[in-house]
């Protein structure tokens, strides 16, 4: 923790001196009529949430039943009592290009849960759940390329290893998913930037390619909106461009190869909706702070027997989740 707070400074330093105006004063008419200069849209529109350089969050979910855990048709299915989940999740992005022209940035992301199994020796699958983490680690990429003054390409794509490891030698190809968004869009003013493309995601705990909706658009001072749908979608109330609200929902989940005993395959599709409310608050300089509550919804909980199996009798079992509240802690080092 004190390494991530350290990084968070250094960084913010580095940042705050890059601003520092180091400029001569020049007589501009001496460079003549600069008509002709090729213009480009920006990649945010006004009083739009911080872009987010390095993340820390805490999570934490209530407590729910997972029912109809079984692996043996011959096995009566068994009902998992989950006390509760605690979350880690980190995510760094860091710029490698930034001019008008182009945008480039590169990060690393971790999301790792803890589950805590109120009985944990009723099954296999509930021993390897209480002793190890569902871990998502992975690294990304995001480009942001104007072509003119009104229309942008973005593309977005990441590559992960999902898995309930019991050791280093579970982490195997098997376990890795690559997802990519490609978005084609226009700005037609500060306030309004929308765009249309398509997405192959893990995000519903199964490869799907889906048409995409980008649309963030700010409507006055106070109000605005930002949306990537199917994935998420936000309606925001500024307080100041310091203090932001919104509320919206995000879909998030992937597909996790998991060690089981007794097992030779097991993949666990997790995909969940989360309804939400979330606050975005500057707590000094670059360092923010997000807080979180909704609901944890269900999408999907299979457990399969291959690979992106997409019939339910390629599962071992498919379990109807219950749906507890959560809360997220966050604390976010923003551009400026």
């Known amino acids: 923790m004190k390494l991530i707070f350290t990084l968070i400074f250094s960084i913010g330093t580095l940042i705050a001196y890059s601003q520092t105006d180091t400029t001569e004063v020049f007589d501009y008419n001496s460079f003549g009529d600069a008509d002709g200069v090729k213009r480009f849209c920006t990649v945010k529109v006004l009083n739009q949430t911080p872009q987010r350089i390095i993340s820390l969050g805490f999570e934490n979910y209530g407590h729910f039943a997972m029912p109809g855990v079984r692996f043996n048709e011959k096995d009566l299915p068994s009902t998992l009592h989950i006390d ?14 930034s001019t008008n022209k182009i945008i480039w940035q590169m990060g690393l992301n971790y999301w790792g849960s803890s ?14 759940l209480s002793k190890n983490s569902l871990v998502t680690a992975g690294i990304n990429t995001t480009v942001f390329k104007p072509l003119n003054e009104k229309n942008f390409l973005i593309f977005q794509a990441s590559t992960d290893l999902n898995g309930l ?89 992937n ?53 992106n199996a997409t019939d339910e009798k390629q599962n071992y079992f498919s379990s109807n989740l219950g749906n507890p509240f959560f809360f997220n802690v966050t604390l976010n080092f923003v551009s400026p």
């Open 115 to 128: 589950y805590s199994v109120a009985n944990p020796t009723a099954n296999s699958f509930a021993s390897s």
């Open 255 to 307: 597909q996790y190869w998991a060690n089981v005993p007794g097992v030779e395959n097991a993949y666990i599709q997790r995909g969940e909706i989360k309804p939400r409310i979330m606050w975005d608050k500057k707590l000094s300089g670059f360092l923010w702070i997000n807080l979180q509550a909704g609901l944890r919804y269900n999408y999907r909980f299979d457990v399969a027997k291959t690979y």
């Open 165 to 253: 490891f019991s050791s280093s030698k579970d982490m195997q190809s098997k376990a890795i998913t690559t997802s990519a968004t490609l978005i084609y869009g226009w700005k037609t003013s500060e306030n309004n930037m929308i765009g249309t493309g398509i997405a192959r995601t893990y995000r519903a705990g199964q490869l799907i390619h889906v048409p995409v909706l980008f649309w963030n658009k700010t409507f006055n001072e106070k109000w605005g909106m930002e949306l990537l749908l199917p994935a998420r979608a936000y309606v925001r109330y500024n307080f100041s461009t310091s203090n932001m609200l919104q509320a919206g929902f995000e879909l998030e989940g």
């Open 84 to 97: 509760q989940v605690n979350a880690i999740r980190a995510q760094v992005n860091i710029p490698v290009i």
